[in-house]
């Protein structure tokens, strides 16, 4: 795992399954508009939560590109899923803005519930064809700018589920904090 302390938050990076960290507070979902179980992202966390996280959810939905909403975490080890909707690429203009919104949305309603450590997935970059390299830039340089307002993150972790994928983020935030 690759950690690096920035304004009192860790940021870590680590290749693995969103829907295992069990030392985590608030996993972030790339979840679909209807907010139902999926492939991908979506598919692992409401399979490792159970059918209740699908019946929490219903109310909620549907959610537009760059918007997120907050639910408990059932049978995950977290205590909250938070779940937003990625830009499809190409598609929901403008993909940037939707990406940051994304982050920026999750990051707001983990302080709100005063969540110390949460962990995203690299949002978009599966189905919905963000190119991978783009979107990291976005990510961290978003995430990057909101750490000197967080009262209650104390770790921020992102999980790539390919080795491919880690590579990228590790290299994208050395050369962003250098």
């Known amino acids: 795992m690759f950690k690096r302390k920035i304004s009192d938050v860790e940021i870590q990076l680590?290749?693995?399954?969103?829907?295992?960290?069990?030392?985590?507070?608030a996993i972030v979902n790339a979840a679909n508009?209807?907010?139902?179980?999926?492939?991908?992202?979506a598919g692992a966390i409401h399979r490792a939560?159970?059918?209740?996280?699908?019946?929490?959810?219903?109310?909620?939905?549907?959610?537009?590109?760059?918007e997120?909403?907050?639910t408990s975490g059932h049978g995950l080890p977290n205590n909250f899923v938070i779940h937003c909707l990625g830009?499809?690429?190409g598609v929901d203009k403008p993909e940037d803005e939707l990406l940051k919104d994304c982050y920026i949305n999750s990051i707001n309603l983990a302080e709100e519930n005063k969540v110390k450590s949460i962990a995203f997935p690299a949002i978009s970059t599966g189905a919905f064809g963000y190119p991978i390299d783009k979107a990291t830039k976005i990510t961290l340089k978003t995430v990057l700018e909101k750490l000197s307002d967080l009262e209650h993150i104390e770790t921020i972790r992102f999980v790539l589920y390919s080795k491919d994928d880690l590579d990228i983020y590790e290299k994208t935030f050395v050369n962003m904090i250098n």
């Open 87 to 89: 830009p499809v690429y």
């Open 68 to 70: 997120a909403v907050i």
């Open 14 to 25: 680590l290749q693995g399954d969103i829907s295992k960290q069990e030392d985590i507070e």
């Open 33 to 41: 508009a209807q907010l139902r179980t999926g492939g991908g992202v």
């Open 49 to 66: 939560a159970g059918s209740d996280l699908e019946k929490e959810c219903r109310p909620l939905a549907p959610i537009k590109p760059g």
